[in-house]
Structures are given as C-alpha cells and as structure tokens.
C-alpha cells in the first residue's frame, strides 16, 4: 500500500511539473533585448553591444515539447580592439527552435537560424572626426547559425537566454577573413494565447 501511494503521488507530481500547456495549442511571443555580437576566429576583436526585437510563435507538441519560429530584427558585428571602429551588421534572422520544458516553466532550446542581411557598414572615429563606408559587396547575404539557449515562463511574461554559434563565413572569399558570428542574447517577451 505505502508503494503505491508513493507511485501516485509521483506520478501527480511529475504530471503537474511537466504540464506545460494544452497539445495542440500555439502562442505568440513579442520579444525585445540586448545582443552582444562578435565574430570567432579572431584576436582582435570585442563584442558591439545592439538590440534585438521581433517574435516567434510556438505550437506545443504535447506538454513537455514546442517548436516555434520567429523573425528578430538584430543589430550583430563587433568592434575592433584599441580602434574606434565597429563593424555594423545587421540581420534578419528567423529562429526554428525545439522547445523542451524539463520543469514547469523552464525550457532549454535548440535549432537552427537562417539570417539576411539587412545592412553592413564599417564605422570609425578618429581626430574628432568620423567615417561610414558601405561594406554591402563584402559581406555575404545569407547567414546561418545555431542558436541553444533557455527560457524560463514566469506567467505570461519570459525570460529568455540564447547563444548562437554561426555555421557559415561572414566575408565573401575574397576577403579572406575566415570568421563566422557569434552572438549571446538576453531578451524578455510576452506570451499571448492563439
């Protein structure tokens, strides 16, 4: 008897800890943040701190897993050490990420990011005086990246945390700079039921 009370009492509490929401059921999350972007591969360069700002919508498997896809608007590229230049890239980047709740409200998130380029310029300062040049032909257009991150649901609102590792080369080929971004993102949204 005192085995399957236990059992029972287990079984209650892991259905209410993984009880996330409805199968079948799909939210909208608006979401706005910080981005600090680098590239990899190189020694001379810190992270540009930007904005992130979009949404993504989730459909929720069953109540342990949710796949959602998103467009964020993200201020990416970096900054050249002991130099007053940075690197604007920016991006339009759409996340499709596998959501797995492993307690009632915290999900860890994996997947894979397409990114266009919306815009790339080079900036720099120098004599109080200051310079942007277009750097559109030098950067390739596509980007793609694998985001990992985690979310923790606290009601409607989320906290969410992501590190993205990019797969393919910023710079065309004859640049010869083999760097790809990097980006660590702290954003909060709002989740809206459909």
Request: no cysteine.
């Given at each position: 008897m005192k085995k399957f009370l236990f059992m029972a009492i287990l079984m209650m509490a892991s259905t209410s800890v993984f009880a996330q929401r409805e199968p079948g059921s799909l939210t909208f999350q608006p979401r706005v943040g910080l981005i600090a972007a680098d590239f990899n591969n190189t020694g001379d360069t810190e992270a540009?701190?930007?904005?992130?700002?979009?949404?993504?919508?989730?459909?929720?498997?069953?109540?342990?897993?949710?796949?959602?896809?998103?467009?964020?608007?993200?201020?990416?590229?970096?900054?050249?050490?002991?130099?007053?230049?940075?690197?604007?890239?920016?991006?339009?980047?759409?996340?499709?990420?596998?959501n797995i709740y492993i307690f009632k409200g915290l999900a860890l998130k994996a997947g894979l990011q397409p990114g266009f380029k919306v815009s790339s310029t080079l900036e720099g300062t120098w004599k109080g005086g200051s310079a942007s040049i277009?750097?559109?032909?030098?950067?390739?257009?596509?980007?793609?990246?694998?985001?990992?991150?985690?979310?923790?649901?606290?009601?409607?609102?989320?906290l969410d945390a992501r590190y993205t590792l990019g797969l393919k080369q910023i710079f065309k080929d004859d640049m010869d700079l083999d760097s790809k971004n990097i980006t660590f993102q702290l954003g909060i949204g709002y989740k809206f039921s459909l």
């Open positions: 540009r701190v930007g904005v992130f700002a979009g949404g993504d919508f989730e459909y929720y498997v069953n109540s342990v897993v949710g796949l959602s896809a998103g467009v964020f608007y993200a201020q990416q590229g970096a900054e050249l050490k002991d130099y007053n230049v940075t690197w604007k890239l920016d991006y339009l980047n759409i996340p499709i990420m596998a277009n750097i559109e032909d030098t950067v390739n257009d596509f980007d793609v990246a694998v985001p990992l991150g985690i979310s923790v649901d606290l009601g409607r609102l989320v």
